[in-house]
């Protein structure tokens, strides 16, 4: 399940349904509005195999490394969100559920930083060309 944080814009929810790309955003899907950032973290233990999206990156930390979800910080713009996260699950790395969990990945322009759980050091990975 695909979850986005709730300062990810309407118009990027609304881009990512129009790709088939199912998502549910906090405080009107999932949830409720105005949840606290430490109120999510518990809130997604409770949830199977969920990716988190925000833009917060406050949540990249290695800490925060869990089993049941991958939470995936993006450092872009408000209006590049939804093909960032397109981008990212159709990256041959993530594209299977099973190999996101347990990991925190902050997407940027260059590629993406990505801490796993029971890592000793982040790893880089680079965009791919299409």
């Known amino acids: 399940m695909n979850i986005l944080d709730e300062n990810i814009p309407e118009s990027q929810r609304q881009l990512l349904h129009s790709w088939r790309i199912k998502s549910k955003q906090i405080g009107h899907e999932i949830g409720r509005q105005g949840m606290k950032d430490a109120e999510i973290i518990p809130f997604l233990h409770k949830l199977r195999s969920t990716n988190f999206f925000t833009r917060d990156l406050g949540f990249f930390r290695r800490q925060l490394c869990h089993s049941n979800y ?5 450092d872009v713009g408000q209006y590049e969100v ?3 996260i397109k981008r ?3 990256h041959p790395k993530f594209k299977i ?3 996101r969990m347990g990991k925190v990945v902050r997407i ?3 590629g993406m930083q990505v801490w796993r759980l029971y890592a000793e050091k982040e790893e880089e990975i680079r965009w791919f060309i299409p």
């Open 108 to 110: 940027t322009h260059i």
């Open 82 to 84: 939804a093909s960032f």
């Open 88 to 90: 990212f699950l159709q």
């Open 70 to 74: 991958c939470l995936i910080i993006l």
């Open 97 to 99: 559920r099973t190999k």
